[in-house]
């Protein structure tokens, strides 16, 4: 019983310092303590579903940037379940995964009932997709791996944000 207390005093330990350095992120941007919490609060989950931990780790620093959760998903099957399970307010999903690749992803998602058909499926690739391929399972858009910073910040606004007040 001890191990698990001092675990579990180690798991909030974790979450408080992961707070408290966010705050820090946005306060060395100039964001004052307000917009801060307010930023806090309206706080979407993204999914990333990718097997490559390298453009993991970068689209969701970027991400975690802007304010917003991330989930991570490394094969096709777990794209779909935390899916389901979360409702990301976004899904990048890489169209080279394994036991589900992405466009059977997209497909699937698309076709689940409690899915909705809004939430944005963007094809995480820097690969050419066929106009028809990319339409008929279903994604958004396109999203290349290579990309600029400012790219994820208006894809953040465009996406994640709407429906959330703005001040």
């Not at 579990?8 to 705050?23: E, I």
């Not at 689209?59 to 975690?64: G, K, M, T």
């Not at 028809?132 to 279903?138: K, N, S, T, Y």
Request: with cysteine.
């Amino acid at each position: 019983m001890r191990a698990f207390g001092a675990y579990m005093c180690g798991s909030l330990v974790s979450v408080l310092r992961s707070a408290y350095n966010r705050h820090r992120r946005r306060m060395s941007i100039g964001m004052s303590f307000t917009q801060s919490a307010f930023r806090e609060a309206v706080m979407a989950t993204i999914l990333i579903a990718t097997m490559d931990s390298t453009d993991y780790s970068t689209l969701s620093a970027e991400i975690e940037g802007e304010g917003h959760d991330v989930l991570w998903a490394s094969n096709g099957q777990e794209a779909i379940e935390l899916t389901l399970a979360h409702q990301p307010a976004v899904a990048f999903i890489d169209t080279n995964l394994t036991l589900f690749n992405g466009f059977e992803v997209a497909e699937i998602l698309r076709g689940d009932p409690d899915v909705p058909r809004d939430m944005p499926l963007l094809a995480f690739t820097d690969e050419a997709i066929e106009p028809h391929r990319f339409d008929a399972v279903g994604f958004t858009e396109q999203f290349p791996k290579t990309h600029a910073y400012q790219a994820v910040r208006e894809l953040m606004s465009r996406f994640a944000d709407r429906g959330t007040p703005t001040t």
